[in-house]
Nanobody
Framework: VQLQASGGGLVQAGGSLRLSCAAS????????VGWFRRAPGKEREFVAA????????YSKDSGKGQFTISRDNAKNTVVLQMNNLKPEDTAVYYC?????????????WGQGTLVTVSS
């Protein structure tokens, strides 16, 4: 499967962005999907994830509303809504798919989309 992340850009602090992860090649309806980010000079970190059915979600802000993940299996896409962005949220954001039938985790990765938050 190929994952295409999009929606990044330059936004002022306090603003919002909506990132999309579009899958092609096969359906990701049987995969868990996550968003990760890597800021300059830092390790990659988890941002949010959603279960195959979309009924279970996790986010680094523990559901406080800054990062909201959702999916549309009919469109083979997963969306990350980001609100109240801060300069420290500046990073390349990646989506990844995790097939539960695989022994490895996060088998497929998109190319990343750059989010820059100005102060």
């Amino acid at each position: 499967v190929q994952l295409q992340a999009s929606g990044g850009g330059l936004v002022q602090a306090g603003g919002s962005l909506r990132l999309s992860c579009a899958a092609s090649g096969r359906t990701i309806s049987n995969d868990h999907v996550g968003w990760f980010r890597r800021a300059p000079g830092k390790e990659r970190e988890f941002v949010a994830a959603i279960s195959r059915s979309g009924t279970i979600t996790y986010s680094k802000d523990s559901g406080k509303g800054q990062f909201t993940i959702s999916r549309d299996n009919a469109k083979n896409t997963v969306v990350l809504q980001m609100n109240n962005l801060k300069p420290e949220d500046t990073a390349v954001y990646y989506c990844a798919a995790d097939n539960p039938a695989s022994v490895s985790r996060w088998d497929y990765w998109g190319q990343g989309t750059l989010v820059t938050v100005s102060s």
